[in-house]
């Protein structure tokens, strides 16, 4: 059975969240669900979430899971704010662990920070299934713009986290610690050949001024229009243009406060002896600037 998907698109980072439900039981999923956090003064808002739960509530649908493509780097989860508000378990990829090392190390957080993906309800490894009401999500590690990325196949919707943007846009960086170009080559090929009528669903659009965001693509229009990577790229070409693009790019602006959120299941550090909450930053650690 083909699920329900409502999306919301969140301007202020450029993403995509879906709802995604069993249209017989209404049993519903939460795919990569954004916390809003304002830069200038470090303060975060869950108006962005409201929204997405008061539809939930509005369509009377019952949620079950949160589930996030991979640890992002471009915007704060919310997905501890869900699952406190609803009880959804909250699941991600079992290569969040590795995720979690690397970051412990640079943020170096002390022993109290667990690397065994414990701050998560369930760790999702390749080949992997859970029933949605009627509906059933397959789970596929598709690594290469990170390590613990997964995409969610769900009836013919493909939701595939950064591992493809829209075709006018292309493909997602391979950058960051655990990244590689050619893991994401051969990712994007397994997505592919899921078939071309495939809905395959975003988390990120930077559409140009002359289009509106879009959620999803068929999978034959991203095959064919792609400008990354469609059919006729060759692996070897695609990994030369995407390190060559990655050595000019800079560090997503929030990738500092998102990781440390995000690793910890969208969960923010221990309040300090004042009852505050801190985030660190490191100085002179994360590269090009």
Not at 22 to 41: G, Q
Not at 181 to 194: E, H, R, T
Request: contains cysteine; aromatic residues 10%; neutral net charge.
């Amino acid at each position: 059975m083909n699920p329900k998907v409502k999306s919301f698109y969140h301007q202020d980072t450029f993403t995509w969240t879906h709802v995604v439900s069993c249209p017989e039981t209404k049993i519903t999923a939460i795919v990569d669900p954004v916390l809003d956090y304002n830069s200038h003064n470090a303060n975060t808002s869950t108006h962005s979430t409201d929204e997405v739960l008061d539809y939930l509530k509005a369509k009377n649908l019952t949620l079950h899971y949160v589930l996030e493509t991979h640890a992002h780097a471009d915007h704060l989860t919310s997905a501890a704010y869900i699952s406190k508000k609803t009880k959804a378990q909250v699941a991600i990829g079992t290569q969040i662990q590795s995720v979690q090392k690397t970051f412990k190390d640079i943020f170096n957080f002390d022993d109290s920070f667990q690397t065994n993906g414990s701050q998560f309800d369930t760790l999702l490894k390749e080949g992997d299934e859970i029933n949605l009401g009627q509906c059933k999500i397959k789970f596929m590690h598709t690594p290469g713009h990170t390590n613990d990325s997964m995409t969610f196949i769900c009836g013919d919707c493909v939701f595939i986290g950064d591992t493809l943007f829209s075709p006018d846009y292309g493909s997602a960086r391979c950058d960051f610690p655990g990244g590689d170009a050619g893991k994401l080559f051969d990712s994007v090929q397994k997505i592919y050949a899921l078939g071309e009528n495939m809905k395959l669903y975003l988390c990120h659009d930077y559409p140009p001024n002359n289009r509106k965001p879009l959620a999803w693509f068929l999978s034959s229009v991203q095959q064919s229009e792609n400008i990354h990577i469609n059919l006729s790229t060759k692996k070897q070409d695609f990994v030369q243009m995407r390190q060559q693009r990655d050595a000019q790019l800079n560090q997503p602006k929030l990738i500092i406060p998102s990781i440390q959120v995000n690793i910890r299941a969208g969960n923010f550090p221990q309040p300090e002896s004042n009852g505050k909450t801190y985030l660190k930053i490191p100085l002179d650690v994360l590269g090009k600037v």
